[in-house]
């Protein structure tokens, strides 16, 4: 059965360094995008992705966040600068259409911001 | 913002027991309803999927959505122990302008003990 698959699966990084989650979405999707979850918390929208170029993005996705589908298969989220409050599940998620609303979730990367 | 509530739980149920989960939402232009199951340190998988009001039937699983009390159900017949998880119900808006932007609960755990 076809899945989206992300690396890496845990991430540790110091406060102030700059992380590249990856995301490899269901191949003939075309609707990318990336929540995050701060433990104990709930899933968050970030940003959706289409047809290269951003469609829509939440206050949190500030300038600090970039996406980016450098090829044919990847979908990445840059974090430019980490904070502490960084740290969480980053799920990475896909849809063949927007018309569907069956979106398919990635397992996720545990970012920890040290 | 809290758009969607439900209830964190946790639910303990014996084997075979019927079980009802619930959502109530603030936003009456939500359209799209769904279920996520979440196994621990896993993303969400996509269990249901309701389009405005109406029930919905899959397996064991029932969804149900009533928008004029703005409250969604899941039902879940002769549970396993292999349902203990984490249910995440979301919605969106839809249309093409909204890109699947979700709005999740903050999730029910559930634990099916045999």
């Known amino acids: 059965e076809p899945e989206v698959t992300q690396t890496p699966s845990h991430q540790v990084t110091q406060m102030g360094q700059e992380v590249i989650l990856r995301c490899v979405p269901i191949s003939n999707h075309l609707y990318f995008y990336w929540y995050r979850q701060i433990l104990g918390q709930k899933v968050e929208f970030l940003v959706s992705f289409y047809n290269n170029e951003i469609s829509e993005k939440s206050e949190i996705f500030d300038d600090q966040f970039s996406v980016e589908r450098p090829d044919g298969s990847n979908f990445t989220l840059k974090i430019r600068s980490t904070k502490l409050e960084d740290s969480a599940m980053y799920f990475c998620?896909?849809?063949?259409?927007?018309?569907?609303?069956?979106?398919?979730f990635g397992q996720g990367t545990r970012l920890t911001v040290v | 913002q809290k758009e969607v509530e439900q209830d964190p739980g946790p639910l303990s149920v014996p084997e075979g027991a019927i079980v009802s989960l619930n959502c109530t939402y603030s936003n009456s232009a939500f359209q799209y309803f769904m279920w996520y199951r979440q196994y621990s340190r896993k993303g969400p998988e996509l269990l249901m999927y309701?389009?405005?009001?109406g029930n919905k039937e899959d397996g064991r699983f029932t969804a149900q959505v009533d928008k004029s009390s703005k409250y969604i159900s899941l039902f879940i017949r002769d549970s396993q122990p292999s349902d203990s998880a984490t249910y995440l119900c979301?919605?969106?808006?839809?249309?093409?302008?909204?890109?699947?932007?979700?709005?999740f609960g903050s999730g029910t755990k559930l634990n099916v003990k045999p």
């Open positions: 998620a896909s849809s063949v259409s927007v018309e569907n609303t069956e979106a398919f």
């Open positions: 979301a919605m969106s808006l839809g249309g093409i302008y909204n890109f699947n932007k979700f709005y």
């Open positions: 309701t389009y405005s009001s």
